[in-house]
């Protein structure tokens, strides 16, 4: 350290030493994530405070001299700017302080995010001698920043794929976002070039006038309206009909910020209604079949609030079923399905689709309209799932997007006396019985790859017989992942303990103590990701004779 540096002088106003002050400093820049730094431009010598020596991960003796060409210390990508704003800073009556976000090399090799900010101190003749700031370490926001701009860009691929027009709307009927069919349809080459029109600029009074009124109820009462035929009078004297369905758009915190619609192209089917009155019929069915896609948002948010479970049994023995669902948005990426395949027999299916929000609730319905195909494979596990993928892995090839979903798919016949199971990729349930509490479909042999990555992949089925198991616990990655304060997951052999414990319990009782145990495990005592829990008991029926 320099003579620059704090001396150890006392202050004569309140007796307390520099150091004591410096300290104070740092322990209050440490608690905001942030450190202190001195640059004398003339003498080339830098002080960096301890904190910024942690971001370097290393000592004061050995840390880089970012400031000093050729500033190989700063990532090549972001190099240029930091330079210039730098150069900036030095030239005579520049800028009164430096600001710049820049990754840095660290000591270990890897690359740290560090905003920079400094004061530019100058003498009488304009000249920069000093700067002076502070660094704070924002790895995690910028990481943060480009896994949001990830899945912005995926939903928009998606969106812009989709044979429909999708627009929103601000309070005042102006658009603030389009899909590519909507720019298309108005004429417009980007959907940028739509942004802030209003339906005045495109369409005669007979139809933007009702249009935004319709837009103005549902602002007013919160309430959408679905499946209208709207007739639009173009001002270039083209007529055509969409049929539309408009709802509020609202924030996180469920404040009304506008409207948002979903709209398609019937010009042709209402043109041959009015041709020909034998064709209503037609027109009607069309309408219901985009009523089904105009509900898919809807969809994904009651599916897995649905309560009620199938009643399986035969004259000795009966299935009950128990489940624990928790996401941690308003859409969610995980879901179950518990599927009467006959009076003795049930299929259960769980899946952890990749990510959350938005786009992992999409995929959420692609599959749950896929189940409706399967029925016929109910029987069979592998080939289910075999079917599940196939379906899934074709419309993400057509929409040019790379997702998956992990599943775990069981059958339970009480006739038969076997459980048979097949496995995408997903953590085996937990089952307890008479040779105690284990984890099965651990072996890599028993799992196929996940749903939706590679189109023709097998998936093996295995079977036990039924009477190896009393109680089974069925779970994602949201259970078994959430960390402890020292970044060590709960994993599966907590979870399989707790099933231990509590074989007296009901099942009921077993996943509210699941649930209990992992937050209290917890750190941050929440989830970080949707939890699903989906458990069946083996219940003996008593028979009198």
Known sequence: ????????????????TAEVKLERLELALKASNEGIWDWWIDSGEIYYSRRILEFFECGQNRAPRIFNPPYQHIHPDDRQAFERALTQSLEDNGPENLVVDARVQTGSGAWRWLR??????????????????????????????????DERFLLLQLINHVPLHIYFKDLSSHFVMVNQGMAQWSGFDSPEDLIGKHDRDFFEEEHWKPAA?????????????????????????????????????????????????????????????????????????????????????????QALTAGGFPDIRNAKQKLHFGARYIPISGLAGDFF?????????????ISDVMGHGVRSALIVAMLRGLLEKQHGQADDPGSFLQGLNDGLAAILERAGTTMFATAFYALIDLKENTFSYACAGHPGPIIEGPDGVRQIATDR????????????????THTIPLDSLHRMV?????????????????????????????TDASLSELLDAILSSVLSFSDAKHFDDDVCLLGVDLQQLCTTH
């Not at 469920?254 to 979903?262: D, N, Q």
């Not at 399905?337 to 299916?349: H, K, N, P, T």
């Not at 042999?445 to 093996?460: F, M, N, V």
């Not at 959430?482 to 399989?496: I, Y």
């Open 474 to 502: 069925l779970f994602t990655d949201g259970v078994i992942e959430a960390e402890n304060n020292e970044g060590e997951p709960f994993f599966e052999a907590r979870l399989t303990e707790i099933i231990g414990q509590k």
């Open 213 to 301: 009124h319709d837009e103005k109820r549902i602002i007013e009462t919160g309430s959408p309206i679905t499946g209208q035929i709207e007739h639009e009078t173009w001002h270039q004297g083209e007529d055509t009909w969409v049929m539309t369905s408009k709802f509020p758009w609202r924030d996180r915190h469920g404040h009304i910020k506008g409207t948002f619609g979903v709209s398609s192209d019937v010009t042709d089917l209402v043109t041959a209604r009015q041709q020909a009155t034998d064709l209503a019929r037609q027109l009607q069915l069309k309408n219901e079949a985009y009523e089904e896609e105009l509900h898919l948002a809807r969809e994904i948010q």
């Open 445 to 460: 042999k028993h799992k196929g790859p996940g749903l939706g990555l590679i189109r023709g992949s097998a998936y093996p």
């Open 116 to 149: 920079i900010r400094g004061t530019v101190v100058r003498n009488r003749e304009g000249n920069t001698i000093r700067i002076a700031g502070s660094m704070i370490d924002i790895s995690r926001r910028k990481t943060a920043e480009a896994q949001v701009e």
């Open 1 to 16: 350290m320099s003579d620059r540096d704090v001396a150890p002088s006392t202050d004569s106003a309140d007796g307390e």
């Open 337 to 349: 399905e518990v599927i009467q395949v006959r009076e003795d027999c049930a299929a259960l299916l």
